[in-house]
């Protein structure tokens, strides 16, 4: 493994400290969190600000991420050509099942939110673009486990802790794998609430002209909603339009 450059790593640690939910720090709370003297810490935010992928509030005393980091999170969504064709199938879907829609790719053992479709719904899950969620716990997210070369897939389930995140997360890996092969058979994975309480989820592969799976797309549904009734024609529907996605020109190495 090549040596890495502890003042970049030290840099891309504070980039990652910020989120959704706490998107101004200071520098004494940055500090704290990297274990290091004020001093230290502040010329790596100086030089983050220098470079424009931070901005100071002088009225706070607080950082947060500049727009540069939408620039360059617009440049690597430019990429994916998959999100653009995506779009009107995914609209028309959510118009006609009236529920939300998502589109997501596989990073090493989390899924990572491509595209958001549908509206107007009181229970929903609050996921956005550019999101993550761990894979074995939602639909696409097994999907995409799925369908991997073996070794991959087993290198991927090695490094991950299958960590319970509702009463019915799959935190045993001998049944996770049966359950990826139950996929593999029916083409389709369903998760009955394992990701979010009260949230089922319907989702299909999407495939690139030579057959492998590139992404995945799913149908997000309040657990109320989705009776044994109605499963049946949500998995048509999802899997006829993950259908009609793939076989467009898509990018092959849109893994990230």
């Avoid at 490094?159 to 996770?176: F, K, V, W």
């Avoid at 139950?182 to 030579?210: H, M, T, V, W």
Wanted: hydrophobic share 45%.
């Amino acid at each position: 493994m090549p040596q890495l450059l502890s003042s970049v790593k030290k840099a891309l640690d504070v980039l990652n400290f910020f989120t959704v939910d706490e998107y101004e720090l200071s520098l004494a709370e940055i500090s704290r969190r990297m274990g290091m003297h004020k001093s230290s810490v502040y010329r790596i935010l100086r030089t983050l600000e220098a470079a424009n992928f931070l901005r100071w509030d002088g009225d706070s005393g607080r950082y947060s991420l500049s727009l540069k980091i939408l620039e360059l999170a617009n440049r690597v969504l430019g990429r994916y050509d998959l999100r653009t064709a995506a779009g009107p199938f995914m609209e028309e879907l959510a118009a006609k099942t009236g529920e939300i829609i998502h589109l997501s790719i596989l990073d090493r053992n989390e899924i990572v939110y491509l595209e958001k479709k549908g509206a107007g719904q009181v229970l929903t899950v609050a996921t956005r673009v550019g999101g993550r969620y761990p894979a074995y716990a939602s639909a696409m997210g097994k999907v995409l486990l799925a369908f991997l070369p073996e070794k991959r897939l087993q290198s991927v389930l090695e490094g991950t802790e299958l960590i319970a995140l509702t009463s019915c997360t799959i935190t045993d890996a001998d049944l996770l794998l049966l359950e990826l092969e139950k996929i593999r058979r029916q083409g389709y994975a369903l998760d009955n609430e394992e990701a979010f309480p009260g949230i089922r989820c319907i989702a299909a592969p999407i495939r690139e002209r030579s057959g492998n799976v590139v992404a995945a797309i799913s149908a997000t549904v309040p657990a109320q909603r989705l009776g044994s009734e109605r499963i049946p024609e949500l998995i048509g529907m999802v899997m006829e339009t993950a259908s009609r996605v793939s076989g467009i020109a898509i990018d092959s190495s849109m893994e990230v």
